[in-house]
């Protein structure tokens, strides 16, 4: 099975089999940097797994809102009638924690640090948002003919490791 690597320094996507490197991907990782903390809008770090996969058969494009496709195609032009929207679009891989205490469950403060339940995806954005720059809110940005090859090339529980 492959395995995702997620290096926030680099702002890198890899996409590793037995054999080594299969793809490499430039991404958006958050603004605020890495970190656990529910509400910090940070990308939490360490062991993950794809719990989910939603938006198979959609168009390239299509915006989703609570993991249901809204009928809406992005394009440069809807783009631009909403730039400050934090568009999910063409695919969503869902990230689950596997570290309890560090991205799943609480902390040994009781803080929240699950990244299931903060919503933690691998998603598509709009072509205008660049790329290798960290500017999300705590997702993995990718293009979005990007993520849906990443999509059709790996399965639910496929490891997904994030890494400074």
């Known amino acids: 099975m492959p395995i995702i690597e997620i290096q926030i320094s680099s702002q890198l996507l890899l996409l590793r089999d037995a054999k080594g490197v299969k793809q490499r991907y430039s991404i958006s990782t958050a603004k605020n940097g890495a970190g656990e903390l529910e509400g910090s809008e940070c990308t939490p770090r360490g062991k993950h797994r794809i719990a989910a996969k939603i938006g198979g058969g959609l168009p390239a494009g299509a ?3 609570g993991r249901r496709a809204t009928g809406e195609i992005c394009d440069a032009a809807s783009y ?12 969503i891989l869902w990230l689950e924690g596997c570290e309890p205490g560090r991205n799943r469950g609480v902390d040994t403060e009781g803080r929240s640090v699950d990244s299931m339940s903060r919503y933690i995806y691998i998603h598509g954005t ?6 290798g720059q960290p500017k999300s809110h705590g997702c993995i940005r ?4 990007d993520v849906i090859a990443l ?3 790996i399965e639910p529980g496929t490891e997904v ?4």
């Open 63 to 65: 915006a989703l809102t």
């Open 80 to 91: 631009q009638t909403a730039p400050q929207r934090d568009w999910i679009l063409s695919r």
């Open 126 to 131: 709009p072509d205008a948002e660049p790329m």
């Open 142 to 145: 990718m293009r979005n003919q």
């Open 151 to 153: 999509y059709n090339a």
């Open 161 to 164: 490791l994030i890494t400074e």
